[in-house]
Nanobody, 122 residues
Framework: QVQLVESGGGLVQTGGSLRLSCAASGLTFSTFAMAWFRQAPGKEREFVAAIRRSADYTIYADSVQGRFSISRDNAKNTGYLQLNGLKPEDTAIYYC???????????????WGQGTQVTVSS
């Protein structure tokens, strides 16, 4: 059974940090590109960051460039998103996703987790 399980979300103050994790099982994690998307209340899901299967190429949304960092540990079947300098507008449910190409487009991803809530207070 394929599973992606996100963890690490929570409530933080403006300027704080969190580290999200995405644990994969039931598939060969290292053969997939991985991405993080987020969805705030009343808004559409948006791209945050993506990383190539070999971890040698990353892309970021302009809104998080320089504050967030995506990484992965293929030996542990786990991906990460380090969130620094958090702002209230970063409040959203964060989803990890796996796909065959490294892309900012959600339809490129075929497996999705259930999400983890990040709330940033002002």
């Amino acid at each position: 059974q394929v599973q992606l399980v996100e963890s690490g979300g929570g409530l933080v103050q403006t300027g704080g940090s969190l580290r999200l994790s995405c644990a994969a099982s039931g598939l060969t994690f290292s053969t997939f590109a991985m991405a993080w998307f987020r969805q705030a209340p009343g808004k559409e899901r948006e791209f945050v960051a993506a990383i190539r299967r070999s971890a040698d190429y990353t892309i970021y949304a302009d809104s998080v460039q320089g504050r967030f960092s995506i990484s992965r540990d293929n030996a542990k079947n786990t991906g990460y998103l380090q969130l620094n300098g958090l702002k209230p507008e970063d409040t959203a449910i964060y989803y990890c996703a796996l796909g065959l190409v490294t892309s900012a487009v959600s339809r490129a991803y075929v497996r999705w987790g259930q999400g983890t809530q990040v709330t940033v207070s002002s």
